[in-house]
């Protein structure tokens, strides 16, 4: 079962660039999300779907977008890149709010 | 306000001490709490919830609401615990459930 897929692991970008997080699941999950998590900080909620076609923000979501065309897919895209995006980042699944099903991680570095 | 607060970042004790990481919640309504682990190279996965009252690999939490807290024990620790612990809590808000995460505790567990 392949659960929750992230890609890319590891990514470097400029100051200014734009990039698009990728993430799908295969658990047929309406709910999916998006944290990030900051070098001795929790995890911190950016976007959150609860089904195809809805999105909304969670705690900290300027600087990012994201969109959920299918229920599968909730791709997250940073569209100009600042060092403060420096972070580890999560997607995450759940079925209706329910145990939530993380991927590995996406390691971002801005400089 | 709904918060999670982990109070100590490092937790380091000496294999088969006992163990207890602690989990303070704010929320207005029934909550639902969680403690999620994270292992070296591995990704965030779901530990215990307090609803199953279970006991996983040795590790217990008892939901007390009179001091609004979810300590996780464990009576001996083994050198395979050594992770990030994280305390969560979901609740609703805004109609839909959400899952807010504490700023985890590093557990190490030393021969």
């Known amino acids: 079962n392949a659960g929750v897929t992230q890609t890319p692991k590891f990514r470097i970008l400029k100051i200014g660039q734009s990039m698009t997080l990728q993430c799908a699941q295969d658990?047929?999950?309406?709910?999916m999300y998006w944290y990030r998590q900051d070098p001795g900080m929790g995890l911190k909620l950016i976007y959150y779907?609860?089904?195809?076609?809805?999105?909304d923000k969670g705690e900290v979501p300027n600087g990012y977008n994201v969109s959920r065309s299918t229920t599968e897919d909730f791709p997250l895209r940073l569209e100009l890149a600042a060092p403060s995006q420096t972070s580890v980042y999560f997607c995450?699944?759940?079925?209706?709010?329910?145990?939530?099903?993380f991927g590995e991680g996406s390691w971002l570095t801005v400089v | 306000a709904q918060r999670v607060t982990q109070p100590e970042k490092l937790l380091s004790v000496f294999k088969g001490a006992p163990v207890e990481l602690k989990c303070n919640y704010s929320?207005?309504?029934?909550?639902?709490l969680f403690w999620y682990v994270q292992y070296s190279r591995q990704r965030l996965q779901l530990l215990l919830r307090?609803?199953s009252r279970e006991s996983i690999k040795g590790f217990t939490a008892d939901l007390n609401k009179g001091e609004t807290s979810f300590h996780l024990k464990k009576p001996f620790a083994q050198e395979e615990d050594s992770a990030m612990y994280y305390c969560?809590?979901?609740?609703?808000?805004?109609?839909?459930?959400?899952?807010?995460f504490g700023a985890g505790t590093r557990l190490a567990v030393h021969p």
């Open positions: 658990m047929n999950h309406n709910y």
């Open positions: 779907s609860v089904g195809a076609g809805i999105t």
């Open positions: 307090h609803i």
């Open positions: 995450a699944s759940s079925l209706s709010g329910n145990t939530i099903y």
């Open positions: 969560a809590l979901r609740g609703l808000s805004g109609g839909y459930n959400k899952l807010i």
């Open positions: 929320y207005s309504g029934s909550p639902e």
